[in-house]
């Protein structure tokens, strides 16, 4: 399975904007770069995801390097509501498996 | 609230005693997940169903452990015999087809004294 690379944690600001990078340089052709998030003592909770464009939704941009190696979930004004642990997954949408692997995640702490 | 639902979200057994989970999918979704979660661990896969056929089962899951989805609705996670080391936080998942998003279930955390 083709791996994440995230950092164990990050700070920031409340109301700057977050840069929360990832690597994946093992990344195939058919993996999709996902982005869930974790808020203490809640489940999982889905952010974007995306191929080969850079997406956007309510809760965030995903900015996918040209050659896919790397990509940088964007919050763009970080609240004390976006503390959580950020968590970068590739998902093989070919794959003969169904579950979603977990890495360690980016533990992003907002400072007030 | 139409998300997914666990019962119950806390859990304290003993050591050597049976606990059973259950898990209410969003309605209509056709796929189910069970993963585990350790303090300061990304959730680890368990297993999951397509409606009532459970199509996989991770290493993690013992024999103690047995997880059912009678009709293809529910889910059920009971584990035998706990032990301390099954002392973490269960986590229930569903989605509408394979390769969709999964929606995450706010969890059980059992400890085992």
């Known amino acids: 399975d083709a791996k994440t690379t995230q950092p164990n944690s990050m700070e920031s600001n409340e109301e700057e904007p977050v840069h929360l990078p990832c690597n994946h340089s093992?990344?195939?052709?058919?993996?999709?770069i996902h982005w869930y998030r974790q808020l203490p003592s809640q489940g999982p909770e889905y952010v974007i995801h995306g191929l080969t464009s850079n997406v956007n939704n309510r809760m965030a941009s995903l900015a996918i390097a040209e050659d896919r190696k790397s990509s940088t979930l964007i919050l763009h004004r970080a609240t004390l509501r976006d503390a959580a642990v950020y968590y970068c997954?590739?998902?093989?949408?070919?794959?003969?498996?169904?579950?979603?692997?977990f890495g360690p995640g980016t533990s992003l702490s907002v400072i007030p | 609230d139409t998300g997914v639902s666990q019962d119950p979200r806390h859990k304290i057994t003993k050591r050597g005693q049976n606990v059973t989970f259950r898990c209410d999918p969003i309605?209509?979704?056709?796929?189910l997940y069970w993963y585990r979660q350790t303090l300061g661990q990304g959730p680890e896969f368990l297993t999951y169903f397509q409606n009532e056929a459970q199509l996989e089962k991770s290493r993690l899951l013992s024999d103690r452990f047995s997880a059912e989805r009678p009709k293809g609705s529910f889910s059920t996670l009971e584990i035998q015999r706990t032990e301390q080391g099954d002392s973490a936080m269960y986590l229930c998942?569903?989605?509408?087809?394979?390769?969709?998003?999964?929606?995450f279930g706010p969890g059980t955390r059992l400890l085992v004294l």
């Open positions: 309605s209509e979704h056709n796929r």
């Open positions: 998942a569903s989605s509408l087809w394979a390769q969709e998003t999964q929606y």
């Open positions: 997954i590739l998902r093989d949408v070919w794959a003969s498996y169904d579950k979603v692997i």
């Open positions: 093992t990344i195939s052709g058919t993996d999709y």
